[in-house]
């Protein structure tokens, strides 16, 4: 349950960002390197390259790309101490209420703590709390796997479909996509989110009943779509194995709220719980990543904690100037607020990571989406930016066109490794082969001169020019593993921490989803009925509209 608090930051408050020392410190800095091109910033330095690089965790980040000069990253870092960075972190890992507007703790670096670890906060031991559910999860994922969790017809289980949404879905969706490679290819993996039936239905229509489980995915077990979708996924299942009995065996709840998971029917035995200080995009690695647990077995799950918990060790520990999170997280800041950048593109030459721009999307976009600051005021800066991409090459022949010559800035984190999990063929150097090329193009581009010493004609030469000067980060690694997948998420949510506390917004409630959601429980109760409606002009039409096309597709079927 939320405490009623009173709203107000346990952390410092912050200087309003046109008045910090460091801000004007980079505007008058950004007036001086704004044009610098980075033909120019290599040619001067040849060490460039692995000056602006670091290295952590199995990740090695080249921030050389950049439009930045050293003095721009010791003003950027300068930045993020003024804003009390530190302070802010110390706060989060030890427990402190700073997501204050609901209250809460943000522990979700507890969830990764190794089990010899105590996190005592309010005199509990949460590792223990932690443990105990991890060590539930991996009897559960065994039985599961090895097939001694039977379907109620004694079947084995050969399906299982997650049902949730938002911070419930994308984090073990990605994650799952990501790791495929080292999950139990006889198991078949679903995930159904949208309260678009077609979700439901497309996910199970090749499925047997017998032996399909679903895991119930939601943190308060109130959320409209998981619901609807959850009680779908029992009528399909009760009407086709006939009994209601059936539900024991083929349903199991994650959730933080036992009173609605036994409202709903699954006994409580069958639930994984986790914390309200585990916020819904911050939670795969709880018992959220249950259904990830299943597939990949509990040992790769564990890897993939232990990945997480060095980035954690990592952001906490490590000098800033080699510091990943940081790092990435003032760059962002530097073309976001001195650059004017509108959006950031994340780029993956993996096809595993299909769906990791996505789950950034969450992750980053309702964190720091916000333009009310922690006190309570409208911030007069710019707050996070759009968070986009597609995996390499795809994109390459889609949109990197306007990456290459239009007219916006993009800021991209380029995403590769050094060795396939599918080495086929030479497939793998022709992939990383255009991952190198994309950002040496977007840095160096190619001149009028080039370009008209390739003899292109006048007339097209101009088309042909890339003026280059597109920053960059590239992040390389060995390969994709789950220890490497922890790290690499958990590197993304320390950067969103840190330029949430920049930024001076809390990074973790999301009250900006509500108005639609209560909203939608009005419209729900007009749509079937001829009640008088009370919207604008426009809500009113489009609602008559879709009732009249509904009633006259009723009166046909
Ligand atoms: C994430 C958000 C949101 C949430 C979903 C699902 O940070 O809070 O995406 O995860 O709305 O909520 P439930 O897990 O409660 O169903």
Redesign the pocket.
Known sequence: MRRVTSPSSPLPALTPWPQRPAVRELQRHFEEVRSLHLRQLFQEDPQRGERFSAEACGLYLDYSKNRIVPRTVELLLELAREARVPTAAEAMFRGDEINFTEGRSVLHTALRLPREQALVVGGRNLTVDVHEVLDRMAQFARQVRDGSWLGHTGKRIKNVVNV?????DLGPYMAYEALRAYSDRSLTLRFVSNVDATDFAEATRDLDPSETLFII???????QE?LANARLARSWLVSALGSEQAVRRHFVAVSTNAEEVARFGIDTANMFGFWDWV?????MDSAVGLSLAVAIGPEAFGELLAGFHDMDQHFRTAPWPQNLPVLMAVLGVWYNNFFGAESHAILPYDQYLSRFSAYLQ?LDM?SNGKYVGSDGQRVPQQTGPVIWGQPGTNGQHAFYQLLHQGTKLIPADFIGFSRSLNPLGDHHDLLMANFFAQTEALAFGKTLEEVKAEGVPAALAQHKVFEGNRPTNTLLAERLTPRLLGSLVALYEHKVFVQGVIWNVNSFD?WG?ELGKVLAKRITGELGVASELRHDSSTNALIRRYRAQRAAASGKA
Do not use: L, M, N
Not at 164 to 168: A, D, L, W
Not at 217 to 223: E, I, L
């Open positions: 949730g949404i938002g911070g419930s995915c939601s943190k308060t077990f109130t959320t998981t916020g819904g995009r911050y939670s969450q309702e999301q989803v």
